[in-house]
């Protein structure tokens, strides 16, 4: 039996009083607490959110925004002639052409980052962001273009500043792995990425050229300090080491030098453009086709193998014929005709008439005696400065082919393809960068 | 178990403070107390919290989808699609309007982002201000019959011109708490695309 005295209960109601304070002030807590926490992930999401939709407007702003073919031109105007300019383009299309020239961008390297820089403007210094185009199946350069925009915490980096600012930095890193181990070392990165196909030209000489698939990468995250300095205490400066960065307009580091392409392979030919056709009307004139080169640089190389072949359906049995010898093309500030040359269907004796060996561009002997012996009248022709020749230099940077049609004797409705290659067995071709820009058929 | 209650002496020498029943229980109430003012503090301040951040989350949520309204698929092609866009927008509690800023690419080209605001400062000169109506890099956009429009979007639908705008002032606006979201957007300009920004400002109306 129990027995509890009314008179000692005075003693216990503290302790429970005790205990309920405890309790309430443990509720209060956890009401502040989850008061205070409240919303922060819906924050957290919503600005993820807003990053992810930016940058993916970027990506999408930067491939379609429109640029000159020019690249000392602007969208209003060009400075040398001080109108506005004569080609307009999507970048992404520009992007594409300069690859497709020597498989780096350094043509429009710099304006691709001037369009980033501007779009990206609003996000200010609060975020670092990279632009990259990756290309899985190619063997080496993988990745041709990087742009990495860097929180720089040195003074000594930031010209003109004396405190922390954003570099641009040009970055050549080696693979995917070197890639993948820097943006490990990244905490939130908002990423989108778009798929195209570049075209680059044939590693082994085909009528078409390759295509490439490749994506192009854009990533933003909030503004954090790289170590670009090895060290100690600087635990990740192994991943960013290697992305080979510099810091771009800087000496040495400009998108010309650091975006350049592998070029074409020293030795191989390459066939450009795949291959077009000449028809000849009906009044027995041909179609001409031009094709229009630009070459940068003082550069040698050869002329070879122009093949003339048939079309299914010709009645008219065109041969194949060959065009060799060295060409030179003088410095680029030599804005003048050098050389034309015209290949010609028709007799062999009427387009001998016009060579003239003092020419940039001469048939061998061995290569005009096929012709002269071969019964279908084909022969290459070397002509002097007279308004029928077909290798010019135009103003300062093009040079063109042009394949015109005989005027004698045509049955009618002949059609022949031709192919035209270049080869560079001393490599010049490869080290002087020999750009193909455009091919225009007039 | 059976309870025995057993009353005896009311003060016994051994119960020395006691005070009768209430008495007893009096400094207990101390504790009590201040743990319901700390309840009730504490369900009042998460309560103001959840409130604050309620309105605040309507507000962004409300940015984001107008911001996602008007910048559409990012190109912007024809005037016809920022009209049927703006005019799509219904909103109420809040006040908002968006803006397609232009921008340059030029080296050195700077985009600010109180332009917003009719005090903004286009150069580095402390005097050199402009007006909002002034504002000369709201992007203007031909529409099917020719006639130039800012691409300008509030809660009176599209304007004319940047002449009909009311002037948003930062001192006032900053008073109701806006928010702002930008994007950039490609719109066709004389059969070019150029690059814009998008800015949309939401505060209470």
Same mark, same amino acid.
């Given at each position: 039996?129990?027995?509890?005295r009314?008179?000692?209960?005075?003693?216990?109601?503290?302790?429970?009083? /005790?205990?309920?304070?405890?309790?309430?002030?443990?509720?209060?807590?956890?009401?502040l607490?989850f008061?205070?926490?409240y919303?922060?992930?819906?924050?957290?999401?919503?600005? &993820?959110?807003? /990053?992810?939709?930016?940058?993916?407007?970027?990506?999408?702003?930067i491939l379609?925004?429109?640029?000159?073919?020019d690249?000392l031109?602007?969208?209003?105007?060009?400075?040398?002639? %001080?109108?506005?300019?004569?080609?307009?383009?999507?970048?992404?299309?520009?992007? @594409?052409?300069?690859f497709?020239?020597?498989?780096?961008?350094?043509?429009?390297?710099?304006k691709?980052?001037d369009?980033?820089?501007?779009?990206?403007?609003?996000?200010?210094?609060s975020?670092?962001?990279?632009?990259?185009?990756?290309?899985?199946?190619?063997?080496?350069?993988?990745?041709?273009? +990087?742009?990495?925009?860097?929180?720089?915490?040195d003074?000594?980096?930031? #010209?003109?500043?004396?405190q922390e600012?954003?570099?641009?930095?040009?970055?050549? #890193?080696?693979?995917?792995?070197?890639m993948?181990? /820097? +943006?490990?070392?990244?905490?939130?990165?908002?990423?989108?990425?778009?798929?195209?196909?570049?075209?680059s030209? #044939?590693?082994v000489?085909g009528?078409?050229p390759?295509?490439?698939?490749?994506?192009v990468?854009?990533a933003v995250?909030?503004?954090?300090?790289?170590?670009?300095?090895p060290?100690?205490d @600087?635990?990740?400066y192994?991943?960013?080491? %290697?992305?080979d960065?510099?810091i771009?307009?800087?000496? %040495?580091?400009t998108a010309?030098e650091k975006f350049?392409? #592998?070029g074409?392979?020293?030795?191989?030919a390459?066939?450009f453009?795949p291959?077009?056709?000449?028809?000849?009307?009906?009044?027995?004139? +041909?179609?001409s086709?031009?094709l @229009?080169?630009?070459?940068?640089?003082e550069?040698s190389?050869?002329?070879s193998?122009l093949?003339?072949?048939?079309?299914?359906? *010709?009645?008219?049995?065109?041969?194949p014929?060959?065009?060799?010898?060295?060409?030179?093309i003088?410095?680029?500030?030599?804005?003048?005709?050098?050389a @034309?040359?015209?290949?010609?269907?028709?007799?062999?004796?009427?387009?001998?008439s016009?060579?003239d060996?003092g020419?940039?561009?001469?048939?061998?002997?061995?290569?005009?005696?096929?012709?002269q012996?071969?019964?279908? &009248?084909?022969v290459a022709?070397?002509?002097? *400065?007279?308004?029928?020749?077909?290798i010019?230099?135009?103003?300062?940077?093009?040079?063109s082919v042009?394949?015109?049609?005989?005027?004698?004797?045509?049955?009618?409705?002949r059609?022949?393809?031709?192919?035209l290659?270049?080869?560079?067995?001393?490599?010049?071709?490869?080290?002087?960068?020999?750009?193909?820009?455009?091919?225009?058929?007039? | 178990?059976?309870l025995?209650?057993?009353?005896?002496?009311p003060?016994?020498?051994?119960?020395r403070g006691?005070?009768g =029943?209430?008495?007893?229980?009096?400094?207990?109430?101390i504790?009590?107390?201040?743990?319901l003012?700390?309840?009730?503090?504490?369900?009042?301040?998460?309560?103001?919290s959840?409130?604050?951040?309620?309105?605040?989350?309507?507000?962004?949520l409300?940015?984001?989808g107008?911001?996602?309204?008007?910048?559409?698929?990012s190109l912007?092609d024809?005037?016809?699609e920022?009209?049927?866009?703006?005019?799509?927008?219904?909103?109420?509690?809040?006040?908002?309007?968006?803006?397609?800023?232009?921008? !340059?690419?030029?080296?050195?080209?700077?985009?600010?982002?109180?332009?917003?605001?009719?005090?903004?400062?286009?150069k580095?000169?402390?005097?050199?201000?402009f007006?909002?109506?002034?504002n000369?890099?709201?992007?203007?956009?031909?529409?099917?019959?020719g006639?130039s429009? =800012?691409?300008?979007?509030?809660?009176?639908?599209?304007?004319?011109?940047i002449? !009909?705008?009311?002037?948003i002032?930062?001192?006032?606006?900053?008073?109701?708490n806006?928010?702002?979201?930008?994007?950039?957007?490609?719109?066709?300009?004389?059969?070019?695309?150029?690059?814009?920004?998008?800015s949309v400002?939401?505060?209470?109306n």
């Amino acid at each position: 039996m129990v027995q509890l005295r009314l008179n000692n209960r005075g003693q216990s109601s503290i302790m429970d009083a /005790f205990f309920f304070f405890l309790i309430v002030s443990g509720l209060a807590l956890f009401l502040l607490s989850f008061g205070t926490n409240y919303g922060l992930s819906l924050d957290e999401q919503t600005e &993820k959110e807003q /990053f992810r939709e930016y940058v993916s407007s970027a990506l999408k702003v930067i491939l379609y925004s429109s640029t000159p073919r020019d690249p000392l031109c602007s969208l209003e105007e060009c400075p040398s002639s %001080g109108n506005p300019p004569e080609e307009i383009d999507f970048l992404m299309a520009a992007i @594409k052409e300069d690859f497709a020239d020597d498989g780096g961008l350094d043509e429009t390297g710099k304006k691709l980052k001037d369009m980033i820089r501007a779009i990206m403007q609003p996000l200010g210094d609060s975020v670092d962001y990279a632009f990259y185009l990756y290309m899985p199946d190619q063997i080496d350069n993988q990745i041709p273009y +990087f742009l990495f925009y860097k929180s720089e915490f040195d003074p000594a980096n930031c #010209p003109g500043v004396e405190q922390e600012c954003h570099v641009f930095q040009y970055c050549k #890193p080696l693979d995917r792995l070197a890639m993948d181990q /820097f +943006f490990f070392t990244l905490p939130g990165v908002s990423r989108t990425s778009s798929r195209t196909v570049f075209l680059s030209a #044939p590693i082994v000489p085909g009528p078409r050229p390759d295509q490439v698939e490749s994506e192009v990468h854009f990533a933003v995250w909030s503004s954090i300090r790289l170590d670009d300095k090895p060290g100690p205490d @600087k635990p990740n400066y192994p991943a960013f080491a %290697g992305l080979d960065c510099c810091i771009a307009g800087t000496p %040495g580091c400009t998108a010309e030098e650091k975006f350049v392409g #592998p070029g074409v392979q020293s030795g191989v030919a390459f066939l450009f453009p795949p291959s077009t056709t000449l028809y000849q009307n009906a009044d027995g004139s +041909f179609n001409s086709r031009t094709l @229009k080169f630009e070459i940068k640089n003082e550069s040698s190389f050869q002329l070879s193998n122009l093949q003339i072949s048939n079309a299914p359906d *010709a009645s008219f049995n065109c041969m194949p014929a060959w065009v060799s010898g060295p060409v030179t093309i003088p410095p680029m500030d030599a804005a003048i005709e050098v050389a @034309k040359v015209d290949f010609i269907l028709g007799s062999s004796d009427a387009a001998k008439s016009h060579i003239d060996e003092g020419f940039w561009v001469h048939l061998t002997d061995e290569d005009l005696e096929w012709n002269q012996s071969n019964e279908s &009248k084909l022969v290459a022709a070397v002509y002097d *400065a007279s308004e029928d020749f077909s290798i010019r230099l135009f103003k300062k940077e093009f040079v063109s082919v042009t394949v015109k049609s005989p005027d004698a004797d045509p049955p009618v409705n002949r059609q022949c393809k031709f192919q035209l290659s270049f080869s560079d067995p001393g490599g010049n071709y490869t080290k002087n960068r020999f750009f193909i820009i455009n091919r225009v058929f007039q | 178990m059976r309870l025995e209650l057993q009353h005896r002496d009311p003060k016994p020498k051994n119960q020395r403070g006691f005070v009768g =029943p209430i008495g007893d229980d009096l400094p207990s109430l101390i504790p009590l107390t201040v743990a319901l003012l700390i309840f009730f503090s504490a369900f009042g301040f998460a309560f103001n919290s959840f409130e604050e951040k309620k309105i605040e989350f309507d507000q962004r949520l409300l940015l984001l989808g107008l911001g996602k309204t008007m910048k559409g698929d990012s190109l912007l092609d024809l005037y016809s699609e920022w009209e049927i866009a703006c005019n799509s927008l219904e909103v109420s509690r809040y006040n908002f309007r968006a803006v397609v800023f232009t921008i !340059s690419t030029n080296d050195g080209a700077i985009f600010y982002n109180y332009e917003f605001f009719k005090e903004w400062q286009a150069k580095d000169d402390p005097g050199d201000y402009f007006t909002w109506t002034d504002n000369d890099r709201i992007f203007q956009m031909l529409d099917a019959s020719g006639t130039s429009h =800012p691409l300008v979007c509030d809660r009176e639908g599209t304007h004319a011109t940047i002449g !009909s705008l009311d002037d948003i002032s930062r001192e006032i606006t900053l008073n109701k708490n806006p928010l702002r979201v930008n994007y950039p957007l490609a719109v066709l300009d004389d059969k070019k695309f150029r690059p814009a920004i998008l800015s949309v400002m939401v505060w209470y109306n």
